[in-house]
């Protein structure tokens, strides 16, 4: 599998297309890559209710968990082609920091510049999963 972030933010932009934001009008698609280069995508699914929205990293990380993968997550692109930039929301961040705390976020600008943060800069003092065992 490749590991190439420009490939990764490539198959998160087809799950945006994929994405039901009926309310929001925002699309967004995420491909989770795994260290045995496994890779996942998700994107969001709204309800009228907002708060039972999943979002496209979640969907994504949870399709993995049903496949098996419990741990190991290396690197998570998330694209928008409705927003500049798309960062993981907060629930997301932990939900990462759940299955890695190594893992690259990888967000792509309107110029196609691709930039990459670890799970630790954008949840700083998180309790990862080994801390609580």
């Known amino acids: 599998m490749r590991k190439d972030p ?3 933010i490539s198959l998160a932009s087809e799950a945006a297309k994929k994405a039901y934001a009926p309310y929001s009008k925002f699309r967004v698609g995420a491909c989770v890559l795994y260290g045995d280069g496994s890779v996942y995508t998700g994107c969001n699914v709204e309800n ?5 929205a999943v979002c496209a990293e979640r969907n994504a ?3 993995a968990v049903a496949d098996g993968k419990h741990s190991g997550i290396e690197a998570i692109a998330i694209f928008s082609p409705d927003s500049e930039l798309c960062f993981p929301c907060g629930a ?4 990462v920091a759940e ?4 893992a690259k976020i990888i967000v792509q600008d309107k110029t196609g510049q691709i930039m990459e943060f670890s799970i630790k800069e954008l949840l700083p003092n998180a309790k990862f999963m080994h801390d609580v065992r």
């Open 92 to 95: 997301c961040r932990q939900w």
């Open 48 to 52: 009228t209710s907002y708060g039972l």
């Open 6 to 8: 420009c490939y990764l």
């Open 99 to 102: 299955f890695s705390e190594n």
């Open 61 to 63: 990380i949870s399709t």
